[in-house]
């Protein structure tokens, strides 16, 4: 995949040469309503409106004030379009209004009962979005979920759904409660995008818990598109945070990129979406294949025409 640098040309008023060049230019191609920014330079927007950026991170408490920067600093310098979050650590003693983010839209599932848990997702306030309830929350056994689907536009919708798992929970969970809910958004008929701390390293797939996870995988036709560590200390490796894709056609690049917000990096997937299909037009139109016209031009010569005048005449009087 080739890296292409995009250079933004500087407008200089004060340069007669290169108001010189515009001059010319307008002169050999002429438009028919140029506008006021004839001069500047037009956003490429059609190429990329339908890529869509997916981050995914375990802050290690939104709380903290320096987290909170740090994050909302990220998501506006990486300009992600969605950003999941786990372990959170939000509860009522925190408001929406202290974690906003310009642009973005804030939803949120909150431990109340102990400190910790939680998770929560950024979403660019001009993507059409519903929090799936029914089948969101933080279950008596600790694991937590959070379902939204999201429609970008014009472009085909999906489901995200950001997962959290404490070291303590039994991975029986994902038979138990990650199934069900999958079944559940599965008759959205959307594709299904899940992000989140799993706290099984699949750098060691014949450890219990990483093995558990890839079965899961496995009887739903997921694809785990993160191949590196994205826990690293100085004596261990581990890759715990995941990004699980029904449709992996869907996917055009993913990365890590290294974050001093917590002991996690960042994962960063980037989608790309296609145009909905036209909604069909149904036509209802008689079929002439047994059509005969001697026969129709003998019904019709049959029918009484001067009776059916006489009914009409009536009706309009």
């Not at 339908?50 to 375990?58: R, Y």
């Not at 992996?248 to 917590?262: D, L, N, R, W």
Request: with cysteine.
């Amino acid at each position: 995949m080739k890296i292409k640098r995009l250079q933004t040309p500087t407008i200089r008023y004060h340069n007669c040469v290169s108001a010189f060049h515009a001059i010319i230019k307008l002169l050999h191609d002429i438009e028919l309503n140029p506008g006021p920014n004839q001069g500047a330079s037009i956003p490429q927007t059609n190429r990329t409106h339908n890529k869509v950026t997916v981050a995914h991170l375990n802050v290690r408490s939104l709380k903290c004030r320096d987290h909170f920067i740090q994050v909302k600093q990220t998501v506006l310098e990486n300009k992600f379009n969605i950003l999941t979050i786990s372990e959170s650590w939000l509860d009522n003693s925190v408001t929406n209004l202290e974690l906003e983010i310009p642009g973005y839209g804030l939803y949120h599932v909150d431990r109340q009962d102990k400190k910790g848990g939680g998770v929560c997702v950024y979403i660019l306030q001009n993507y059409k979005t519903e929090v799936l309830w029914d089948i969101s929350g933080i279950l008596d056994a600790g694991f937590h979920q959070l379902w939204i689907t999201v429609q970008v536009h014009n472009l085909r919708s999906f489901v995200i759904c950001t997962v959290y798992r404490p070291p303590d929970v039994p991975v029986r969970c994902f038979d138990t409660y990650l199934t069900p809910s999958f079944i559940a958004a599965s008759l959205h008929n959307k594709p299904i995008h899940i992000t989140g701390d799993l706290n099984c390293n699949l750098l060691n797939p014949d450890n219990p818990d990483s093995g558990a996870l890839l079965e899961f995988c496995h009887s739903y036709n997921l694809s785990q598109m993160v191949k590196t560590p994205t826990q690293v200390t100085a004596s261990t490796e581990t890759l715990i945070d995941v990004i699980l894709f029904s449709n992996a056609q869907q996917v055009h690049e993913t990365i890590i990129k290294p974050c001093s917000i917590s002991d996690h990096d960042i994962v960063c997937a980037t989608l790309h979406l296609k145009n909905q299909g036209q909604k069909p037009t149904y036509v209802i139109t008689r079929s002439f294949k047994h059509y005969w016209p001697n026969q129709f031009l003998a019904d019709v010569s049959q029918v009484p025409w001067s009776f059916w005048m006489f009914s009409m005449t009536l009706k309009i009087n």
